[in-house]
């Protein structure tokens, strides 16, 4: 088992920025991508950010590009989300995630954390 621990969410105003931290325990973290996730009330969980397991690939979803970055250190065992310029549309639980392989698609992830709440005022 893979256990992931989210932290960092919180409330922030429009504009404003946010780093997620994911804190990976119980099995080798460096021999899993790892991907983040949000659900929105009401909404669909959707794909955020993924990146390998040697970090050389990262991967967007098309509508975040450019003000969310994932990166990783191995060394910590942790995955991060840098998210900034946050809009109120950007309000949701978000999820970080481990597969065995890159993917935007949440079936593919095996292990998930319980996820940590962010909330972007107007």
């Known amino acids: 088992q893979l256990q992931l621990v989210e932290s960092g969410g919180g409330l922030v105003q429009a504009g404003g920025s946010l780093r997620l931290s994911c804190a990976a325990s119980?099995?080798?973290?460096?021999?899993?991508?790892m991907g983040w996730f949000r659900q929105a009330p009401g909404k669909e969980r959707e794909f955020v950010a993924a990146?390998?397991?040697?970090?050389?690939?990262?991967g967007y979803a098309d509508s975040l590009k450019g003000r969310f970055t994932i990166s990783r250190d191995n060394a910590k065992n942790t995955v991060y989300l840098q998210m900034s310029s946050l809009k109120p549309e950007d309000t949701a639980v978000y999820y970080c995630?481990?597969?065995?392989?890159?993917?935007?698609?949440?079936?593919?992830?095996?292990?998930w954390g319980q996820g940590t709440q962010v909330t972007v005022a107007s």
């Open positions: 995630a481990a597969a065995t392989r890159w993917s935007s698609q949440a079936g593919t992830y095996d292990y």
């Open positions: 119980g099995r080798t973290f460096r021999n899993y991508a």
């Open positions: 990146i390998t397991d040697n970090a050389v690939l990262k």
